[in-house]
């Protein structure tokens, strides 16, 4: 079910898009939350994540320019949280491990993409890092707590913490970004995580049931517990090569000449 659509969603999401186009250039858009974690319900919103390039001369202007955008809005009867983050911040945040950046350029669905998304894709991916371990982990504690916090009964923020811990795990042992939670229960050992999601398919406010919840106050602490030992045995390295570092300021630079 991963990026399911409906033709009204698609009709709204495009409709937020050539809006938002028209204020600022977008070198990608990706759809995410639990459309891009495999768990989408009717009533789930529209997370539309997106990385633009300001043009060259407002980042060296005098004038304080608010770089950053993010709304939320009912469309239509649809919900849409719209966020966009100015390239340098984005490239800064992916060398010290920030998956929210990494998916949107490596993992999540693709809505539109400049054709220069394409070039800075194979850079990304040299300069990941046994960091992003960081960021999985703690996302993971935060979503962790929010569950707690439900009284142990909501399904939707159960799921986050599985699809974090996983695809964290998932990224350290392969170094491939998968943001579907779908893919990647069975081959990290979760199969019976499938009610989970069936159950939160239903509806943003699934609960569940006294017995399940039981259940995964247990067996939840294992999806942390494959995390660390997939920071053991990472295929990534410790940090970013500085070569590749350096290939991808070089990308950077030749895009901000080009738009100066």
């Known amino acids: 079910m991963k990026g399911t659509l409906t033709e009204h969603e698609k009709t709204v999401a495009d409709r937020v898009l050539d809006e938002e186009s028209a204020r600022r250039e977008h070198l990608v858009v990706s759809l995410t939350g639990a459309h891009a974690y495999g768990f989408p319900s009717p009533d789930s919103d529209l997370d539309l994540k997106s990385i633009h390039v ?10 304080p320019r608010q770089l950053n955008a993010e709304h ?7 919900e849409v949280d719209y966020s966009s983050n100015e390239l340098a911040s984005v490239l800064q945040g992916l060398l010290q491990g920030n998956g929210n950046y990494l998916e949107r350029i490596l ?52 799921l986050y913490v599985l699809r974090t811990t996983l695809t ?11 943001t579907d939670v779908t893919e990647l229960l ?8 499938r009610e989970l999601v069936e159950q939160k398919r239903r509806g943003e ?28 045995v990472s295929v990534l390295p ?17 895009l901000r000449r080009r738009r100066f």
Do not use: C
């Open 54 to 63: 300001a043009p060259t001369a407002m980042l060296l202007g005098l004038s």
């Open 72 to 78: 939320l809005e009912v469309v239509d009867g649809v």
């Open 107 to 158: 993992g999540a669905i693709t809505l539109r993409a400049s054709p220069d998304l394409a070039s800075l894709q194979p850079l990304a991916r040299e300069v990941l890092s046994r960091r992003v371990f960081r960021h999985y982990n703690g996302f993971a504690h935060g979503q962790l707590r929010e569950w707690e916090k439900s009284g142990f009964r909501s399904a939707k923020k159960l």
């Open 205 to 232: 406010k699934s609960e569940l049931p006294e017995a399940l919840s039981e259940a995964w106050r247990v067996r939840v602490a294992r999806s942390f517990e494959v995390l660390d030992a997939a920071l053991a």
């Open 238 to 254: 410790e940090a970013p090569p500085s070569n590749a570092v350096d290939a991808l300021e070089a990308w950077m630079l030749e």
């Open 168 to 178: 964290g795990t998932h990224l350290l042992r392969t170094g491939v970004v998968e």
């Open 186 to 193: 069975d081959a990290h050992g979760f199969p019976e995580a």
